[in-house]
């Protein structure tokens, strides 16, 4: 399997794209106080009694679902893709995230720098399942990966899409420093955009009182995780590890009903958007069609719901690069490769 830098594609790619796709797509803005309002009113709506409890449930998946929308809108802002200026990019982050309680500083250097930098580089990227020497050597990663990954056929797994960015952004807080994500500095002040966001939620638990609080935050940040953590987990966890950055090899894109892709802002463009980061996914299609009339024997793309059955049938430790393997069964399993590989 040929591996091609990142920045061959970007070369090739760049000239063939029209020059207003790379500025910043301001009126993604307005999804802002669009979600907001729904938050807010949904949220008064259930404290003060104003629903039948039989719809609060219903009303809960609304206010995950702007959560996630939230969530995905601090995504593309804090790659600079709706706005250029850095402390207005972290206002939008915070807001963004305050969902999820995660702080925009964290969020930049965690996913933009590491992550992005460093796909799926073995034992290196910090949103890559373990190599099998990671699991043989440590009892907490066997016992998260034997319990809480989705594969396996673990239905435990479903555990990793309702909890998992709630878990993995707490897990990489805690150790931003010791990973060397952070400075001290900078640490600190990561905990305190944390604490801020736990503050302001602590305060509407305190206004709403306990019951409804389990309806407008609680259960509604559950089903965030779930739409936020599909998409993540689908986006290079079938993929192998790679020592170049290929996004075509160690990215995969997955599609959705259109009305879907609306709501989440295209996120499901993973490749496009690794390719070009500080790109609107906006844009996404246009670069999807440059490449396929370039590599379409390389470009990796299925449907969502594909994606999370594969998942869920295969193993999240990688015996070698290309191979995904379960230790305890030991069956193993390839993983997605290009059609020309």
């Not at 399997?1 to 207003?20: I, K, T």
């Not at 400075?183 to 939620?201: D, S, V």
């Not at 996004?247 to 995969?252: G, M, Q, T």
């Amino acid at each position: 399997m040929e591996l091609r830098p990142l920045s061959s594609y970007v070369r090739e790619l760049r000239p063939a794209l029209p020059a207003e796709t790379f500025a910043p797509a301001r009126s993604r803005l307005l999804w802002m106080p669009l979600h907001l309002a729904i938050i807010g009113v949904v949220t008064w709506a259930i404290a003060a009694g104003h629903v039948p409890w039989l719809l609060v449930p219903v009303l809960s998946l609304v206010l995950g679902v702007s959560f996630a929308g939230l969530t995905f809108l601090a995504h593309e802002t804090l790659h600079g893709a709706v706005v250029r200026g850095r402390r207005l990019r972290r206002v939008i982050g915070w807001i963004g995230l305050v969902p999820f309680c995660v702080s925009p500083r964290l969020w930049v250097a965690w996913h933009n720098r590491e992550h992005h930098g460093k796909t799926n580089l073995a034992s290196i990227d910090p949103d890559m399942y373990p190599v099998l020497r990671e699991y043989q050597e440590s009892r907490i990663v066997r016992a998260v990966t034997d319990r809480f990954a989705l594969g396996g056929r673990r239905w435990t797994g479903v555990l990793s899409l309702l909890f998992g960015y709630t878990g993995q952004s707490t897990q990489m807080l805690l150790s931003a420093r010791r990973r060397g994500f952070l400075t001290r500095r900078q640490h600190l002040l990561a905990f305190a955009e944390t604490g801020l966001g736990i503050a302001l939620w602590t305060a509407v638990g305190l206004l709403v009182g306990f019951v409804p609080f389990l309806f407008v935050f609680v259960l509604p940040v559950i089903v965030a995780n779930w739409i936020v953590m599909a998409y993540i987990l689908t986006n290079h966890g079938l993929s192998p590890l790679t020592d170049i950055n290929d996004p075509l090899v160690n990215s995969l894109s997955v599609t959705v009903p259109r009305w879907v892709e609306w709501l989440t802002l295209g996120f499901g463009h993973h490749t496009e958007h690794h390719l070009f980061p500080a790109m609107s996914t906006r844009h996404a299609p246009a670069v999807r069609e440059a490449i396929l009339a370039r590599w379409p024997e390389r470009y990796q793309s299925m449907p969502l719901g594909a994606a999370l059955l594969r998942l869920h049938r295969t193993a999240r430790v990688y015996h070698d690069p290309v191979t995904l393997t379960d230790p305890r069964s030991g069956g193993v399993w390839p993983t997605l490769r290009p059609r020309e590989s």
